[in-house]
């Protein structure tokens, strides 16, 4: 589900949608104009999301899904760079064996 909503709007839009209703079941309308998240995302994205999702009752991701998604696209990028596996571990306060896992989970 995270995937799609960052599809349909956006990345900037996700991240306000999540943060205010992150982690609850919320009905989409087909009709944007009494959606109830008209409030976090753009108008023109809200079209195309209740177009795509109108009528579905949908769990929203907790926030928290998509800054591990973010952090560890970020992780697979620096050791694609060349950083060193302990390197990354340090920065992202993580133990080397996550860092491993991360990198095993994006081939």
């Known amino acids: 589900m995270l995937q799609d909503i960052v599809h349909l ?9 999540l943060s205010q209703y ?5 009905y989409v309308t087909k009709h944007p104009s009494k959606c109830i998240f008209r409030s976090c995302v753009a108008e ?3 079209t195309c999301f209740c177009h ?3 009528g579905l009752t949908i769990e929203v991701p907790k926030l928290d899904h998509l800054e591990k998604r973010v952090r560890n696209i970020r992780i697979n990028q620096e050791l694609q ?3 060193s596996v302990s390197e ?3 920065r992202y306060q ?3 064996r996550h860092v491993r896992n991360i990198k095993k989970l994006a081939c």
């Open 94 to 96: 993580l133990c080397v």
């Open 44 to 46: 023109q994205e809200l």
């Open 52 to 54: 795509e999702l109108g």
């Open 88 to 90: 990354v571990a340090r």
């Open 81 to 83: 760079r060349g950083v």
């Open 22 to 26: 992150g982690g609850q079941i919320k």
């Open 9 to 17: 709007i956006g990345m900037e839009n996700t991240y306000r949608l």
